[in-house]
């Protein structure tokens, strides 16, 4: 599949320069502008290449850890189901755990359960 670089450099100088850093809290969902990455790093899609992700941890007002969500329900021992989101059945993919500015956070979705979010935090720490 031929990655769009170019026109996700150009999105992510908007999103530098004309979004507001969002207010945020841990247990959180928001669609995210993740962009285009590199090889197998998850991306966003659509013309803004967002996704949805989680918030596991706030570092600053400016910079969060999140995990990408996704509905696709292969299995794997760092795919930790969360329930539906949006109505689709979702996916936290804890391989894809990431530091991103706050600038990139789109819109909240909602907040994810307390204990599906404990099993989620239990499997970053097994992660990392």
């Not at 329930?83 to 755990?97: D, K, T």
């Amino acid at each position: 599949m031929e990655k769009d670089f170019d026109r996700w450099n150009q999105q992510k100088k908007h999103v530098h320069d004309h979004e507001a850093n969002k207010l945020y809290h841990q247990r959180e969902m928001w669609w995210c502008s993740l962009g285009a990455n590199i090889g197998f790093e998850q991306d966003g899609t659509g013309v803004e290449y967002q996704r949805p992700v989680l918030i596991l941890k706030g570092m600053s007002r400016q910079t969060c850890y999140v995990v990408p969500l996704t509905t696709s329900q292969k299995q794997h021992r760092y795919r930790v189901p969360i329930g539906l989101v949006e109505e689709r059945s979702a996916v936290a993919l804890m391989s894809q755990i990431r530091l991103i500015d706050t600038k990139r956070l789109v819109n909240k979705i909602g907040f994810l359960d307390q204990e599906i979010f404990a099993l989620v935090r239990k499997a970053a720490k097994d992660v990392l």
